[in-house]
């Protein structure tokens, strides 16, 4: 019922890509709305919780891939439902980091809790996941290339940065 083919293996490919990305979003979103959740706030609270350092909502909007101002609107409502909480950096008054409450806190491990992602990837192997993860890399930094963007870093555990 899914299966097609062109004449144009990159346009198979971007189509294979596209129908599993779309399946695991919505099996995603069935299990989070039974948790409380959206996916926009599953992907917040994941950033926050992974990575290094505290998180400005600049930083959130890069790796979630939305614009600075659709992320303030979902932090706006996250705060409300006490899920986040903006502070003002200690070192830079000028910068607001967003920290997990404890609510969100437990959201966040309820909605892992599901396992729908780790049930859908359990299909490869981990040699088959390492080497998905590497081309979903280049294919990102190629992305990020044609919009002029640059690659997203992520900071190390000794404060500098790294490529992700």
Known sequence: MYEFESRNAALNTWMLLRQAWEATLRATEKDLKKKGATLAEADVLFVVDNYEGPTTPAEIAR?????????????N????RDLVERRKDQEDRRLTRI??????????????????????????????TEHLERCLRQLRESAL??????????RSREGGTSPR
């Open 77 to 80: 409502r996250m705060e409300k």
């Open 99 to 128: 920290v997990m409450t404890q609510k969100g806190k437990q959201l966040y491990a309820s909605a892992d809790s599901t396992g729908t992602i780790q049930k859908i990837m359990s299909c490869l192997s981990p040699q088959d």
């Open 145 to 154: 290339q044609q919009l002029s963007l640059e690659p997203l870093k992520r």
């Open 63 to 75: 790796w979630v891939f939305r614009r600075t101002q659709s992320v303030a609107g979902l932090l």
